[in-house]
């Protein structure tokens, strides 16, 4: 049967889509605006300067997975749409970071969660880094554009079992919950957003802004590395790039130059400021790669009484910001709790064990519940972030250490998550932490905590969002672009991505991501036309 | 920190000080790549096994490994009967051809974890196989051919308790890279009660169709 979904249809009636790994000579090609990455901000990014009539090249180290490929198996999905196969981790090996590698970047792959940036982030970014204009007046009209084209409105069906019972325990316990939009049109309620959304529901850049590039005489590379930008003065004059084979992760022979008038750097708050590092572009006060933020997670699974079935169902429809700001925007850490889906894998990878036990934990996965705290790093002087560097062969990695502030709050959410989960009639609780029994009481699972020692790998740690090490500024001594992604001292160099945000957001961040670089493009492409 | 020290009245070795070990924590890149080398020069395996032989491995003779050596499939070989436990076939043949695919599996995995992870892993590896980082610091004194299944038990509980973050990292690595290649793999989805997608959703996209 024919495919007619929205790529295959593209691809068909001529889109300028090039797999790298089908390059058999050097190349050189010449655009008004070179994009590296192809997620949330270099998506949009394309869209907007493709539809104001500029010549627009994306490019994207990934290469092209769309429906035919999203048969909701984890294993293919992991090893090919997700970082270094899924293992990617920070350098200590202690926090596992899932981050999307394909055209969509992340998009592509997340669990379609679509908060606006929370006011009180704004707010702190306008005192802190002198980020005025990005008020949460002046950011709601971009917020309300990128909601329209992304389908985003909170979940009118049911919440699945397992997001369910957060919002049960937050009613028991009298905390408050909210209901989660989403960026999807016809969603069929099937719960594998994670390995690619096998419906075409999913309204990230792949299904929305990345067809309306291309629809409108963008080219797009996908399989092709950015190595570096080569400056000339005090320009950037190409990106240099290297065609990978068609596994997606053996570098080629083949060498593709690109030149533009202007460079937009969306590679991600790990790919990016290793794309900086790499081209040694000017970076006078050693900001780049500064500052980045994860909101680390921690989690809790339950064994429920009923059937939960955690792989069924839109994984993530409720969500509690009752800790999120409790402490103030800058106190005590605060932390966003949430619900992740439980496939096979995912469980196998997450819950740690062996032997006879994981035997039992694993077979008893249908009446798993569990819970997650994202941890809203960045707002204190205690939670100074990351920093991502290059290994020898050039690749980037993201250093962080975990301060006594931040374990502070990952204690406070394991009370929470457990506490949460009794209320909401668990049987059982274990905290995701190599020396957490099973407990079956909040008494039992409270005094455990207590007595956990909080120290990286002995905590399992996690982190599906990256954000910083590019960070925006208006001065240049504390950040590498302004408050329009503009380099400070590039002239024809812009950042469009997660990179830019000067803390964590405090929510999953893909509409701060969208509205930024809709707001950031729309200045750059009148820029560009004058 | 000092527990791995003391309590291991192991070899001592000029060459190879376990001090060094920990003191270098997981930059033990300078240690472990010591052991890489010692491990080539020895004459341990240190290539990709390729395409085996259906006998000698017991393996699908047309796969072929792209990371895996011939030692580290003996170590994975002895490791996961202790790793997936109960969850493995009792009937010999079964259990066999289950361990197999289960190694596969965990091979193609690491091929698409790509350059920098696949070092690391080649480190843990290489210190694993070694004979003497294996009695030094993993307490295993037999080759792993020859590792009871209580043994290996042992060795994992012992680096998963460990005070030092460097073994628990080894632990993780280890039953991660397993667990999923193993519980992830559609032939065991019954393992944890799941069905698979929807049925009725398979009959209706067009990716699962014959085209």
């Known amino acids: 049967m024919p495919f007619n979904d929205r790529i295959a249809q593209g691809l068909e009636s001529g889109w300028k889509v090039i797999d790298s790994a089908t390059l058999t000579e050097h190349h050189t090609a010449e655009a008004d605006v070179v994009i590296v990455g192809t997620g949330a901000g270099g998506g949009t990014t394309a869209e907007i300067l493709a539809k104001s009539g500029l010549s627009v090249i994306l490019v994207e180290e990934g290469r092209l997975y769309y429906q035919k490929d999203f048969?909701?198996?984890?294993?293919?999905?992991?090893?090919?749409?997700?970082?270094?196969?899924?293992?990617?981790?920070?350098?200590?090996?202690?926090?596992?970071?899932?981050?999307?590698?394909?055209?969509g970047g992340s998009t592509t792959v997340n669990w379609t969660s679509s908060f606006r940036t929370p006011d009180e982030t704004l707010n702190y970014w306008g005192k802190r880094f002198g980020l005025d204009a990005l008020s949460p007046d002046a950011m709601a009209p971009w917020f309300d554009g990128r909601e329209t084209r992304h389908s985003m409105s909170p979940w009118d069906m049911d919440p699945n079992l397992n997001n369910d019972i957060l919002r049960q325990g937050c009613e028991k316990l009298?905390?408050?919950?909210?209901?989660?939009?989403?960026?999807?049109?016809?969603?069929?309620?099937?719960?594998?957003?994670?390995?690619?959304?096998?419906?075409?529901?999913?309204?990230?850049?792949?299904?929305?802004?990345?067809?309306?590039?291309?629809?409108?005489?963008?080219?797009?590379?996908?399989g092709l590395r950015a190595e570096r930008l080569v400056m000339n003065q005090d320009r950037i004059e190409s990106l240099q790039a290297t065609a990978m084979a068609s596994d997606g992760i053996t570098p080629g022979k083949i060498m593709v130059t690109l030149k533009a008038r202007h460079f937009v750097v969306a590679a991600s708050a790990?790919?990016?400021?290793?794309?900086?590092?790499?081209?040694?572009?000017?970076?006078?006060?050693?900001?780049?790669?500064?500052?980045?933020?994860?909101?680390?997670?921690?989690?809790?699974?339950?064994?429920?009484?009923?059937?939960?079935?955690?792989?069924?169902?839109?994984?993530?429809?409720?969500?509690?910001?009752?800790?999120?700001?409790?402490?103030?925007?800058?106190?005590?850490?605060?932390?966003?709790?949430?619900?992740?889906?439980?496939?096979?894998?995912?469980?196998?990878?997450?819950?740690?064990?062996?032997?006879?036990?994981?035997?039992?934990n694993m077979a008893r996965l249908p009446w798993m519940q569990s819970v997650i705290a994202l941890m809203r790093d960045g707002f204190h002087e205690e939670s100074p972030g990351g920093t991502v560097s290059l290994r020898d062969d050039g690749s980037p990695m993201l250093d962080y250490p975990i301060s006594d502030y931040l374990w502070k709050g990952l204690r406070d959410a394991f009370y929470t998550m457990a506490e949460i989960q009794f209320a909401a009639g668990a049987d059982k609780v274990r905290l995701m932490h190599l020396d957490s029994d099973w407990y079956s009481s909040w008494a039992d699972a409270k005094a455990a905590i207590d007595g956990f020692a909080m120290?990286?790998?002995?905590?399992?740690?996690?982190?599906?969002?990256?954000?910083?090490?590019?960070?925006?500024?208006?001065?240049?001594?504390?950040?590498?672009?302004?408050?329009?992604?503009?380099?400070?001292?590039?002239?024809?160099?812009?950042?469009?991505?997660?990179s830019?945000?000067?803390?964590?957001?405090?929510?999953?961040?893909?509409?701060?991501?969208?509205?930024?670089?809709?707001?950031?493009?729309?200045?750059?492409?009148?820029?560009l036309q004058t | 920190m000092t527990d791995l020290l003391t309590q291991s009245e192991g070899l001592h070795c000029a060459s190879l000080d376990r001090r060094n070990f920990l003191r270098t924590g997981l930059g033990g890149a300078l240690f472990l790549g010591t052991v890489s080398l010692t491990a080539g020069l020895s004459g341990c395996a240190t290539a990709p096994a390729g395409r085996l032989g259906a006998?000698?491995?017991?393996?699908?003779?047309?796969?072929?490994?792209?990371?895996?050596?011939?030692?580290?499939?003996?170590?994975?070989?002895?490791?996961?009967?202790?790793?997936?436990?109960?969850?493995?076939?009792e009937q010999a043949s079964a259990r066999r051809m289950a361990i197999a695919s289960t190694v596969e599996r965990i091979d193609a995995g690491i091929h698409k974890f790509g350059p920098a992870n696949?070092?690391?892993?080649?480190?843990?590896?290489?210190?694993?196989?070694?004979?003497?980082?294996?009695?030094?610091?993993?307490?295993?004194?037999?080759?792993?051919?020859?590792?009871?299944?209580?043994?290996?038990?042992?060795?994992?509980?012992?680096?998963?308790?460990?005070?030092?973050?460097?073994?628990?990292?080894?632990?993780?690595?280890?039953?991660?890279?397993?667990?999923?290649?193993?519980y992830g793999h559609q032939e065991n989805w019954q393992l944890s009660g799941y069905p698979g997608p929807p049925e009725w959703a398979v009959q209706a996209l067009p990716q699962f169709r014959n085209i």
């Open chain 1, 174 to 222: 009298g905390f408050s919950w909210q209901i989660i939009p989403r960026n999807v049109n016809g969603c069929w309620n099937l719960g594998y957003c994670g390995v690619g959304c096998p419906t075409n529901a999913k309204q990230g850049a792949l299904m929305t802004t990345i067809p309306g590039a291309l629809d409108n005489n963008a080219t797009m590379y996908h």
């Open chain 2, 118 to 182: 696949q070092k690391e892993l080649r480190q843990l590896f290489d210190l694993l196989n070694f004979g003497l980082t294996r009695a030094t610091i993993a307490r295993v004194w037999p080759a792993w051919r020859n590792v009871t299944t209580e043994q290996a038990d042992a060795f994992l509980q012992r680096w998963r308790t460990s005070r030092i973050g460097l073994l628990n990292n080894g632990y993780i690595a280890l039953t991660k890279i397993s667990n999923v290649a193993f």
């Open chain 1, 500 to 527: 830019i945000f000067p803390t964590s957001i405090g929510a999953n961040p893909q509409l701060s991501v969208y509205a930024l670089a809709a707001r950031n493009s729309t200045r750059l492409a009148q820029r």
């Open chain 1, 270 to 360: 790990i790919g990016s400021p290793g794309l900086l590092l790499r081209s040694k572009v000017p970076d006078p006060y050693e900001r780049v790669g500064k500052r980045s933020f994860i909101h680390p997670v921690n989690a809790s699974v339950a064994q429920m009484p009923k059937l939960v079935d955690p792989f069924y169902g839109a994984p993530q429809s409720v969500y509690s910001d009752e800790f999120n700001f409790r402490n103030g925007v800058d106190g005590e850490i605060g932390y966003k709790l949430e619900v992740p889906p439980l496939h096979p894998a995912m469980s196998a990878g997450v819950v740690p064990g062996h032997g006879d036990e994981q035997a039992k």
């Open chain 2, 55 to 89: 006998v000698e491995s017991r393996m699908d003779a047309r796969y072929r490994f792209q990371f895996l050596t011939t030692d580290d499939i003996e170590l994975f070989e002895a490791l996961l009967p202790a790793i997936l436990g109960s969850a493995l076939p």
């Open chain 1, 455 to 498: 120290a990286p790998h002995r905590v399992r740690l996690f982190t599906a969002h990256q954000m910083g090490g590019c960070v925006m500024g208006s001065k240049p001594e504390n950040s590498v672009v302004n408050g329009f992604g503009e380099h400070h001292q590039v002239s024809n160099l812009s950042v469009h991505d997660a």
């Open chain 1, 71 to 103: 048969k909701m198996d984890e294993l293919a999905s992991y090893a090919n749409l997700y970082q270094e196969g899924m293992s990617r981790t920070t350098k200590d090996g202690a926090i596992a970071i899932l981050q999307g590698r394909c055209v």
